[in-house]
Every structure is written in C-alpha cells, then in structure tokens.
C-alpha cells in the first residue's frame, strides 16, 4: 500500500507533466481575413465562382498532432457571394438552396490522417437537407505571414456532385444549362491563439 507522501508525490509529478502538456499545446485561431470557403460551377457558356461570407471554424486538439485534431465548419448559407445580386437571391431560393429552410451548411470531421504535407479529412457534409461523408485532401503549408507571426494554411480541392444535395432540382435553368460538378475551393488559415 503505497503511503500518503508516495501518492502526493505521483500526484505532483502528473500535475506538472500535464502543465508542461498545456504549455506546448498553442490552439489555433482562423484568420477569417485570408481564409475563403469558394467554390466553381460551370454552365454550358462559363463558370460562375463565388464564396460564402459567413462562417464557423472550430479547431480541436494539438496543432502538431493532426490525428488528433477535430473540424467542425458551419457555413451561414444565405451569405452566398458570386458577385451578382440577382443570381445570389436565386441561388438562396427553393430552386437551389432554399436557405429560409436550410440556412446552415455544415462540415463535421471523423478522422485526420496526415502524409507528409497532406491532410486527409474524412467527415460529414450536411447541405440542403443532404448527408454525405467526403474525404477532403488539404495541401499544409507552414510559414510566418506578412506580420511575422507563425500560421498554418491548409488548401483542399474536392468535386461534388450538386444532384447528391438536391442543389438546382427545382430549377429548370439548371437542368438545361448547369454542369452536374461543382468543385468546392477550400483555403483555411490559422495562427495560434498565443501570436
């Protein structure tokens, strides 16, 4: 039976080995100034890029760990942007992404495996009503910005099928004259919350 100086004394050593844990974990931050949710569909004449203004990042676990890490996204779906008033109020309708019902987009990762500067991020992608697991490759750069400060950018590229959410089933136009993929252009910047 182990005495009470040899249980404090254990106790003691776990409680600096998880101080000295806390101090080396820095959390990051995402820097909403650089980062972009895009993405680009094609008609039959030419492409239309736009992006979403409105967003939720949150990034759980040790940054220099990324098994460990957990990604939730959560995108406000009426901030749509494609640079045209008009075609913004139509995408937000029920022929696209009937936004007064589904006003959120959300992302919520199950597993990160990283491959030398690769992350592949495996999670759910809900929209429109939809679910669907993807496995979204990100390219991870590592530098200090233009003030100096360590950040992390994390760039994925990835096609999705619209029909797979039901984007555009109610739309005509879309049926005659949209591409069935749209590839989502993905760049995440963070820094430490410390910088």
């Known amino acids: 039976m182990k005495s009470w100086l040899q249980r404090t004394l254990a106790l003691s050593v776990l409680f600096a080995l998880a101080a000295v844990a806390r101090a080396e974990f820095k959390p990051l931050k995402i820097d909403a100034v650089h980062s972009r949710l895009g993405f680009t569909a094609s008609t039959l004449l030419f492409d239309v890029e736009g ?52 006003p959120r987009i959300t992302f919520v990762s199950e597993s990160i495996t990283q491959r030398g500067n690769q992350l592949h991020v495996v999670g759910t992608l809900e929209m429109h009503g939809q679910k669907r697991t993807l496995t979204i490759p990100f390219k991870l750069v590592k530098g200090k910005n233009g003030s100096g400060v360590e950040s992390t950018a994390a760039r994925g590229k990835l096609v999705i099928h619209r029909s797979e959410f039901g984007i555009g089933a109610g739309s005509i136009a879309a049926k005659i004259s949209l591409e069935e993929e749209v590839t989502l252009d993905l760049l995440v910047v963070a820094f430490p919350f410390a910088a």
């Open 51 to 102: 992006h979403f203004n409105r967003y939720d990042v949150q990034l759980d676990g040790d940054p220099s760990k990324p098994a460990s890490a957990r990604l939730k996204v959560s995108i406000d779906a009426t901030s749509i942007d494609t640079g045209n008033t008009k075609r913004d109020e139509h995408l937000s309708s029920a022929d696209f992404f009937e936004v007064k019902k589904y």
